[in-house]
Every structure is written in structure tokens, then in C-alpha cells.
């Protein structure tokens, strides 16, 4: 069964840190370019970063340039999606999605889509 499950969300204040991770089951994720995407209440889902499958990074949200890191553990078929210096703007529920090589901004290219988990910024 091919599933993607996300976890590490959880609510921090402002200017504190979270590592999401993103396990697959069913399938091997080096194969495949791996998004984070987030959608806030009453938004748009927006693409966040993405990871190739050669381990490139690509943004997609500059406000997560310099705050957010993607990594992949192939060992573990995980992503990781790490956030610093947090903001309350970045509340959303995220969510991890895969697509083909190599990484794309609009999330209809991503066919298996993680249930996804709640990051809350606030003081």
C-alpha cells in the first residue's frame, strides 16, 4: 500500500523550531522529487520547497528562504522538512506530496499526498 505519513507538527511560539518528517511506505522516495506544501484556513495550498531526486533544493515560498531546510534520510525512505525561526504566519497544516522528476511548483503535478500535520505559531 502506498502511503505517505507526515508528523512532527505541534504549536511553538514565535522564533522556535520544528522538524516535520514525511515517511513513505509502499515505495521508494529516491526515485522521486518530494514537496512540502501548507494551506492556512481561508488560503490557498501554496508550495513550499521542494527536494529532486538528485537531493536539489527548490523554493517555492520566498518567505521560506533561509528559515527552512528539506533533507531526504533514503535509509529511513524519509523527508525531512526542517523550520527555524518560525513565525506566525507560517501557521498552516503542512502537507509532503510526490511527483516525477523533477520538482514542480503546481501541486496538481503531485500524485501521493500525505494526511498532513498542524503547525501552529503563536505566542
Known amino acids: 500500500q502506498v502511503q505517505l505519513v507526515e508528523s512532527g507538527g505541534g504549536l511553538v511560539q514565535p522564533g522556535g523550531s520544528l522538524r516535520l518528517s514525511c515517511a513513505a511506505s509502499g515505495f521508494t522516495l529516491d526515485y522521486y522529487a518530494v514537496g512540502w506544501f501548507r494551506q492556512a484556513p481561508g488560503k490557498e495550498r501554496e508550495g513550499v520547497l521542494c527536494?529532486?531526486?538528485?537531493?536539489?533544493?527548490?523554493y517555492y515560498a520566498d518567505s521560506a528562504k533561509g528559515r527552512f531546510t528539506i533533507s531526504r534520510d533514503a535509509a529511513k525512505n524519509t523527508v525531512y522538512l526542517q523550520m527555524n525561526s518560525l513565525k506566525p504566519e507560517d501557521t498552516a497544516e503542512y502537507y509532503c506530496a510526490t511527483t516525477a522528476p523533477p520538482c514542480r511548483v503546481g501541486w496538481s503535478y503531485y500524485s501521493y499526498w500525505g494526511q498532513g500535520t498542524q503547525v501552529t505559531v503563536s505566542s
Open positions: 527536494i529532486s531526486s538528485s537531493d536539489r533544493t527548490t
